[in-house]
């Protein structure tokens, strides 16, 4: 399995960012697929995640209300879609998959993880 994450930057307090994760090398319709994100000095936590098959989501609670994450099953690519952004939703951002049933916020429930893009809101 492979995951591609891409669209990270710079971006202004305020604006907005939508970060992709394109999957390969298997099906995935008994995944999920979440983004978690890594601050400097901080550990790697939980963001978003979304069931391949169902479109279920989940959401912490710093990401409810401005992010959203979708996924396109006919580019096997998932997206996390972050409006109204903060200084202190600047970190690394890796998007991973898991087999559905196991917690969603756990990273040790994720096999498999991108190699992460950096995002970077300015005040």
């Known amino acids: 399995v492979q995951l591609q994450a891409s669209g990270g930057g710079l971006v202004q307090a305020g604006g907005s960012l939508r970060l992709s994760c394109a999957a390969s090398?298997?099906?995935?319709?008994?995944?999920?697929l979440g983004w978690f994100r890594q601050a400097p000095g901080k550990e790697r936590e939980f963001v978003a995640t979304i069931t391949w098959s169902s479109g279920s989501t989940s959401y912490s609670g710093s990401a409810k209300g401005r992010f959203a994450i979708s996924r396109d099953n006919a580019k096997n690519t998932v997206y996390l879609q972050m409006n109204s952004l903060k200084p202190e939703d600047t970190a690394i951002y890796y998007c991973?998959?898991?087999?559905?049933?196991?917690?969603?916020?756990?990273?040790?429930?994720?096999?498999?993880w991108g190699q992460g893009t950096q995002v970077t809101v300015s005040s």
């Open positions: 991973a998959a898991r087999t559905v049933g196991g917690s969603v916020t756990y990273t040790g429930s994720y096999a498999y």
């Open positions: 090398g298997r099906t995935f319709s008994s995944y999920a």
